[in-house]
């Protein structure tokens, strides 16, 4: 199976975009968790299948954009 880098690197930025505010690498991320007043753990329970259903969502739409 033949994919193009292009298409390789459009999955990335999809996934970049989506995924930095999952991630525990983010300072903004500990920033807005701390403000909040919650735990880590809560926030990734919590924001994972929204995160993944709008990564789909992205996905979705650039293929029916044609741009993957």
Request: proline letters at 1%.
């Amino acid at each position: 199976m033949d994919v193009s880098g292009a298409s390789s690197a459009y999955f990335i930025m999809i996934g970049n975009v989506i995924g930095t505010y999952v991630s525990s690498l983010a300072p903004a991320v500990w920033l807005a968790i701390g403000l909040a007043g919650v735990d880590m753990g809560k926030h990734i329970r919590y924001s994972f299948f929204w995160m993944q259903f709008c990564s789909n969502v992205l996905v979705l739409v650039a293929i029916l954009i044609w741009v993957i």
